[in-house]
Every structure is written in structure tokens, then in C-alpha cells.
């Protein structure tokens, strides 16, 4: 079955910095573009980040983090990785990883604070 497990999640420092990576088994990875999501408290889950499948991997950022995060995949190791720099307290949220067809992993905490 498609499995997605998000890990690196924990506290950072207003300016730091934490990569984030997103493991996925049970279905051809490379076939896929994938994407990272954010869910904040008492707001909705947006879109952050999303890498195509094919070509030269491009990828799209919301506004919000253009500049700062970073999208890659990896196809031989089956993962996705969102390198967050300059991190704000406003990137606090839960961070999911989706693929196009709707399966999303379990989330991890991104909490940047003082």
C-alpha cells in the first residue's frame, strides 16, 4: 500500500533552518510529482512547495517561501525533501508531504520560536 512518512520536523531559531524529508514506498516514486503542504493552527492546509516527475524536475513555491525553501527529490532513494531556510515564526505548522492521486503522510511539527 502507498505509504508516506514526513521526518526532520522539530524546533528551530527564527533565522535557522531544517530539511525536511518525506519517504515513500508502495508505488512507482518517480512516476509522480510531489508536493509539501503546511497546516497551521486555526487555518487551512496550504500549498508549499511541488516537484515534477519528469524532465529537469521543476518546481513552484508558494509566495510566501519562494527564496527561502528549497524542493528536491531523490528517485533512487524514493524521497522528497524540503530544505526550509531563514525560517520565521510564521513557517510554525504541520508539514505533509501528497502525491497528485490524494495520499498524504502523517505530518511533522515545524515550530520556529525563541
Known amino acids: 500500500q502507498v505509504q508516506l512518512v514526513e521526518s526532520g520536523g522539530g524546533l528551530a531559531q527564527p533565522g535557522g533552518s531544517l530539511r525536511l524529508s518525506c519517504a515513500a514506498s508502495?508505488?512507482?516514486?518517480?512516476?509522480?510529482?510531489m508536493s509539501w503542504y503546511r497546516q497551521a493552527p486555526g487555518k487551512e492546509r496550504e500549498l508549499v512547495a511541488t516537484?515534477?516527475?519528469?524532465?529537469?524536475?521543476?518546481?513552484s513555491y508558494a509566495d510566501s517561501v519562494k527564496g527561502r525553501f528549497t524542493i528536491s527529490r531523490d528517485n533512487a532513494k524514493n524521497t522528497v525533501y524540503l530544505q526550509m531556510n531563514s525560517l520565521k515564526p510564521e513557517d510554525t505548522a504541520v508539514y505533509y508531504c501528497?502525491?497528485?492521486?490524494?495520499?498524504w503522510g502523517q505530518g511533522t511539527q515545524v515550530t520556529v520560536s525563541s
Open positions: 516537484i515534477i516527475n519528469s524532465g529537469d524536475g521543476s518546481t
Open positions: 508502495g508505488f512507482t516514486f518517480s512516476s509522480y510529482a
Open positions: 501528497k502525491d497528485p492521486r490524494g495520499y
